[in-house]
Every structure is written in C-alpha cells, then in structure tokens.
C-alpha cells in the first residue's frame, strides 16, 4: 500500500541539502583522483617505460589498499563519526595524489598509489552513515543514488578535463593540481559538516528521522557486534555480489581510455571525450536507481527484497551488453553498449549502498557498507590486474571483457540467492548464526 509522503522540517531538509552537495563535491573529486591514472596511462607509460602488465599492477594498487581498509574504517565510521574520518582521509588521500606527480620510478608509484587507497576508502562508507543519519529508512535510496551519482560524475569529468590539464601543462602537474583541489575541499567538509550528536535536535526533527526505522539507535558498535556481521550469510552474499559488479565496472573504469586507444585506435584527443559519454550514463544510472528503489521500499513490505532486485537486474544486464561491446566492429556500437554497460554498473552500485542501509543494524550501516566494499574492491583491484594479463597474452581485450562479464553475472546470482534476510538489530550479543 503506498504510503502519504511525510513533510520534511525545514532544518533537516536544509542539512540534508548541505550534506549532500558536500558529499557529491568531495565524491567528484574522490573520482577524478583515482582515475587521474588511466587517463594519463600512456603518457606515464612512455615516460618511465612501463608495460602493459606493469601498468595492470599499478592501476590495481589503489584498489588493494582501498579494498583492505575498508574493514576496518567501516566500523571506525560508525564510532568516531563521518566528519572526523572523511577530513583526514580527504587530507591523506590528496598529499598522496600530489606525490604522485613527483615520483621517479614504478616503485615510488607504486607507494602513491596505496596512500591514495587508504585515504579515499572513508569515502563510500562516511556517505552511507551520513545517509542513515539524516534520512529516515524509507528515504534513503535518493540520498543514496545522488552520493553515488558522484563517482560516474568523476570518472565522466577525468578524461576531458584531465586530458586538457594534460596536454595544457603535463601529466605531472595534473596530479599536483588535483592534490591542491582535494585539500580545499577538505577544509571545506570539515568547517561546514556536522554529525548529529553535536546539533541539538528538536522532538519533530527526531521524530521524522525515526520515523519507520525499527529499534533505531545511535550506541557505538562494539567489536564483538562488527565481528558477528561475518556470521550472517547476507553479509557474505552482499561481499560475493559486490564483487562482480565492481570487477567490471573497473575493467572499464581503469582500462577504458587504453583501451579505445590500443585497440579501437583512437587518437589521445578523441579517447579524452569519448570515455567520458559512458560515465555520464553512469551518472544518470545512479540518479535513476536511487529513485527507483525509493519507489519499490514504499511499495513493499520487504526492504531488503525491494533493495536487492534492482542490483540483481542491472548486474544481469551489465554482462549481456558487455559481450556485443566486446565483439561488434563498430566503435559507435562499442562505445554505446559500454555506456548502457557503466548506466547499469552505476545503477547496481547505488542500489547496493542502499541495500546496506536496510540490511545492517542501523549502528552498523556504515560497518556493513564498508564490508560489502570490501568485497567489491577485491574484484576492483583484481580487475585491472586481470584485464591486462589477458590483453598482453592474446594481444587482444575480447577474451578480458568477456572474463568480466562472466563474473557479474555469477554474482548477480549470488546477490538473488544469498541475500535475504536483514542481520538482527542485537547480533553481537549472541554468536547465533542463521
């Protein structure tokens, strides 16, 4: 049965406003960092002679420092508070990006590279607690898709305006520069942010944040309550799910500018624009899915069903049009499948952040997030690895997208199978596996 839309008071809806257009600023930039890489690959690659297979390793060291950390700094969310954790993490993260225009070698690369990782994983996991703390349960997937919606905006924004930052000055400016922005914007986040136990709120401010969230609670986990999340099958489909649908969105998202250039020969000017247009779907993918799973949570008595079913479709439709992008002759044809492909890829992703959100006890949200994004950056950092070991052994890229779209759509089926249930609001207090 639909239910009456609840009027917003007016302090709440403008702290949300605030958090999110902070939140997508400092995803954007969080974005183009990270891809600051692929789309000067075969710049750096010239300069300081790396190889194809060097440089699946060096596009990967991010995402296995970034995958790592999401363990832990999931929980140190929920205890320590979004503020504190996305302001040092921005800081780390843009010293790390500037010191990437400053090495000499693969090695000192290699380094930067792991900095950027640990200082951007807050990143994902802050927005998902911000979410939970200023918008009640059934008005998350929105907020979800608009933090989301940052990371396709990024990646659209890098080749364009990263390659004219590029070809303006050099690769190694471009890095410095981002650094300089990404410090701004956390002195920005930190003045302007603030998590809900230093406001005082009002009784009807309370009352519409609770509002349909069962036994909602601001206690601190303890480690026996992180640890107990490991001991639910929903966890561990949600870390298996995760992981394909960022596994391939990775194959593109660090190998797609080398891609159009090494195998559909496009020039350096035109691969700039052109790997833009699939993130820009990306964006739009995200905006869609957030609204989407909104509509379905109010219409349905299972949050956790209506959360699910949108990640498992897009995850099926992103492997089904990797295959024609991977096989048609046409370049117009390759680059429209793999935007409808990063629509989809994005769409999955919202929709998953949203999934934690209704199934994690509400002081784990950020916990359970940051461990479903564990999972999927091991498939992120195992993406760009993989992806060029099969494109220098059989000198094409058929056979890695083809990989990719394989693994999606196995663990589209794992998210339909495994994730069913929520995790108890008092898992922790007793070690009782479902």
């Not at 995760?242 to 691969?271: A, K």
Request: a positive charge; aromatic letters at 10%; proline letters at 6%.
């Amino acid at each position: 049965m639909k239910e009456t839309k609840r009027r917003v008071p007016p302090r709440i809806r403008r702290i949300q406003t605030i958090s999110l257009v902070l939140l997508v600023v400092c995803g954007t930039i969080n974005y183009l960092d990270r891809g600051a890489l692929s789309v000067a690959n075969p710049a750096i690659r010239s300069d300081l002679g790396v190889s194809i297979g060097e440089m699946g390793l060096l596009l990967s060291a991010f995402a296995w420092s970034y995958a790592l950390v999401q363990l832990p700094v999931g929980g140190l969310v929920d205890r320590v508070g979004p503020r504190m954790l996305l302001g040092v993490g921005m800081t780390l993260w843009s010293l790390a990006q500037a010191a990437g225009g400053l090495v000499t070698s693969f090695s000192q690369f290699i380094w930067a590279r792991i900095f950027l990782g640990i200082g951007e994983a807050p990143q994902y996991p802050t927005s998902a607690r911000v979410v939970s703390n200023w918008f009640a349960v059934r008005d998350r997937g929105v907020p979800t898709g608009v933090f989301n919606a940052a990371s396709p905006l990024g990646a659209a924004l890098a080749p364009p305006l990263l390659t004219m930052l590029m070809l303006s000055f050099n690769w190694r400016w471009m890095f410095i520069a981002m650094g300089v922005v990404g410090l701004v914007a956390a002195a920005i986040w930190t003045l302007l942010y603030r998590d809900p136990e230093a406001i005082g709120l009002s009784l009807e401010d309370r009352a519409h944040l609770t509002d349909g969230a069962a036994q909602e609670t601001s206690a601190k986990p303890t480690f026996a309550e992180w640890r107990s999340l490991f001991a639910y099958r929903t966890t561990w489909g949600m870390i298996l799910g995760f992981f394909g649908s960022v596994y391939l969105n990775w194959v593109f998202l660090t190998w797609l500018p080398g891609y159009l250039e090494i195998e559909r020969h496009m020039s350096t000017f035109g691969t700039g624009f052109a790997s833009a247009i699939p993130f820009f779907c990306g964006f739009l993918g995200c905006l869609v899915a957030g609204w989407f799973s909104d509509l379905l949570t109010q219409r349905s008595a299972s949050p956790i069903r209506s959360r699910k079913i949108p990640v498992v479709a897009a995850m099926v439709g992103m492997a089904l049009f990797t295959v024609p992008a991977a096989l048609v002759s046409s370049n117009v044809m390759a680059l429209a499948c793999i935007s409808v492909v990063v629509f989809l890829a994005n769409a999955a992703s919202a929709c998953s952040w949203a999934l934690a959100t209704a199934a994690a006890p509400p002081n784990r949200i950020a916990s359970l997030g940051a461990v479903q994004n564990f999972g999927g950056f091991l498939g992120g950092a195992l993406a760009p690895i993989l992806t060029g070991a099969i494109a220098q052994a059989t000198h094409s890229f058929v056979p890695a997208l083809l990989t990719g779209a394989a693994i999606a759509f196995v663990s589209a089926m794992i998210y339909l199978f495994v994730v069913r249930d929520p995790i108890p609001p008092h898992a922790g207090s007793r070690e009782v596996k479902n």
